[in-house]
T-cell receptor, first 116, second 113 residues
Framework: DGGITQSPKYLFRKEGQNVTLSCEQN?????MYWYRQDPGQGLRLIYY???????QKGDIAEGYSVSREKKESFPLTVTSAQKNPTAFYLC???????????????FGPGTRLTVL | GNSVTQMEGPVTLSEEAFLTINCTYT??????LFWYVQYPGEGLQLLLK?????DKGSNKGFEATYRKETTSFHLEKGSVQVSDSAVYFC????????????FGTGTRLTIIP
């Protein structure tokens, strides 16, 4: 089955600790994304990557870091600099289609991070 | 910049009622438009999409028509079921510029038997 997997589903972290969220896709998609979702709000983009070894900041990148060493993997690190990290984190990917046409993004099941 | 405004919830309907969730947008260029659905504790699933003006997206009894003249993409279903209870997000991506999906704030729908 092709899809996007995120692990773990639930994650607890003590204040001051860094934590890394995993995102893997076997859809052969070029682009991958990280979003943050807070209750009653839409999704906000943290980082995205359109190609291996390259990524761009989204709207709320402060306190987060990413890497894209392989096409299928795009891990997100929530650092101790992120002031309010408790949230639901969603990873997504998409394929690069015809020039000028942007395609839908496919989402993973999410990781719920709670800072204790 | 791009923005999506959708009907605030929560929305509560009886089973078999008609559903409309309004969505309007502001965008540069010619965006592609999407409706996503999120069930409790899960990620988002694409419900339907439309990539150009007057296109109608449809899936599982849901429909939405891309109206460029009113910059709208309202979601409709003729007869809702309890299993349709979820949060619905309207979103757009511009076909020019960066790859960012812009989301509305979501509308929580509850269907009562």
């Amino acid at each position: 089955d092709g899809g996007i997997t995120q692990s773990p589903k639930y994650l607890f972290r003590k204040e001051g600790q860094n934590v890394t969220l995993s995102c893997e896709q076997n859809l052969n998609h070029d682009a991958m994304y990280w979003y943050r979702q807070d209750p009653g709000q839409g999704l906000r983009l943290i980082y995205y990557s359109q190609i291996v070894n390259d990524f761009q900041k989204g709207d709320i990148a402060e306190g987060y870091s990413v890497s894209r060493e392989k096409k299928e993997s795009f891990p997100l690190t929530v650092t101790s600099a992120q002031k309010n990290p408790t949230a639901f984190y969603l990873c997504a990917s998409t394929y690069m289609g015809l020039a000028g046409v942007k395609n839908e993004q496919f989402f993973g099941p999410g990781t719920r991070l709670t800072v204790l | 910049g791009n923005s999506v405004t959708q009907m605030e919830g929560p929305v509560t309907l009886s089973e078999e009622a008609f559903l409309t969730i309004n969505c309007t947008y502001t965008a540069t260029g010619y965006p592609s438009l999407f409706w996503y659905v999120q069930y409790p504790g899960e990620g988002l699933q694409l419900l339907l999409k439309a990539t150009k003006a007057d296109d109608k997206g449809s899936n599982k009894g849901f429909e939405a028509t891309y109206r460029k003249e009113t910059t709208s993409f309202h979601l409709e279903k003729g007869s809702v079921q309890v299993s349709d209870s979820a949060v619905y997000f309207c979103a757009l991506i511009s076909n020019f510029g960066n790859e960012k999906l812009t989301f509305g704030t979501g509308t929580r729908l509850t269907i009562i038997p």
